[in-house]
């Protein structure tokens, strides 16, 4: 979804199992934020992108295709703007890819491998969640909302892709995040303190708490994430 306005364009990226119109078409128009050049898109097998069975569904490759696209899209410099697993997909585009990015907003972004035993690829094997119970148990398990998104996710796509944000990138997000050279803003709901606050901040990294709101803070409080992200993009 491309909305039309001046340079430099933002980049909006969405998390595991979801889709970026959903989350960010109503906060991306408001007049804090609109009148740029947006891009909401959808990471390759989520939403209304491809989902291709044989693609591997790493951090990496899921940078590397938006890097594609955005130089397809004669973007250069972009403010990019992401949730969650989409927040990992941001870092390492940033590191891979250092001329596509200006900034970056971190929302409530993964930035580490999750403790063993944790996730899908703990709980199941690929063929027991694309072939076997594990894709209709998860869309019960995780609820309406989110369930509403991540049906339209390829099963292979976020069996993979949650694999592999599981095991992490090496050097894993959180080190490429200490290392980046662009303005970072790291957004967390203000009843969390993220882990490791004081080093992201000694790094330069601008942690800022929103109020009113869990993990989605672009749909638990608009305004507030509005109100941040435009003041992360102003350098305020």
């Given at each position: ?33 609109g009148g740029r050049r947006s891009l909401l ?73 999750q403790p063993p035993g944790e996730g899908i ?76 606050a004081h080093a992201l901040t000694d790094a ?33």
């Open positions: 979804m491309e909305l039309p306005g001046a340079e430099p364009t933002r980049v909006y990226l969405h998390g595991l199992g979801a889709s970026s119109a959903a989350y960010y078409a109503a906060v991306a128009t408001k007049p804090a934020l898109m959808d990471l390759l097998g989520h939403g209304i992108s491809d989902r291709p069975t044989d693609a591997s569904y790493t951090l990496e490759e899921h940078a590397d295709l938006v890097a594609a696209a955005l130089s397809a899209a004669r973007v250069n410099a972009a403010q990019v703007i992401a949730h969650s697993m989409g927040g990992a997909v941001a870092i390492v585009l940033a590191a891979r890819h250092p001329h596509l990015v200006s900034a970056l907003v971190l929302v409530d972004a993964t930035l580490d491998p690829g703990a709980r199941y094997t690929e063929e027991q969640f694309v072939h076997g119970h594990g894709w209709s148990e998860t869309l019960n398990r995780v609820g309406t909302a989110w369930a509403a998104t991540m049906r339209l996710t390829g099963p292979e796509a976020l069996y993979r892709t949650a694999a592999h944000l599981g095991r992490g990138t090496t050097p894993t997000m959180r080190e490429l995040l200490l290392e980046l050279r662009v303005p970072r803003t790291y957004l967390h709901p203000a009843d969390t303190t993220p882990r490791g330069g990294v601008r942690v800022v708490a929103v109020p009113d709101a869990g993990h989605n803070i672009m749909l638990d409080n608009p305004d507030g994430f509005v109100a941040a992200t435009e003041a992360a993009l102003r350098g305020r």
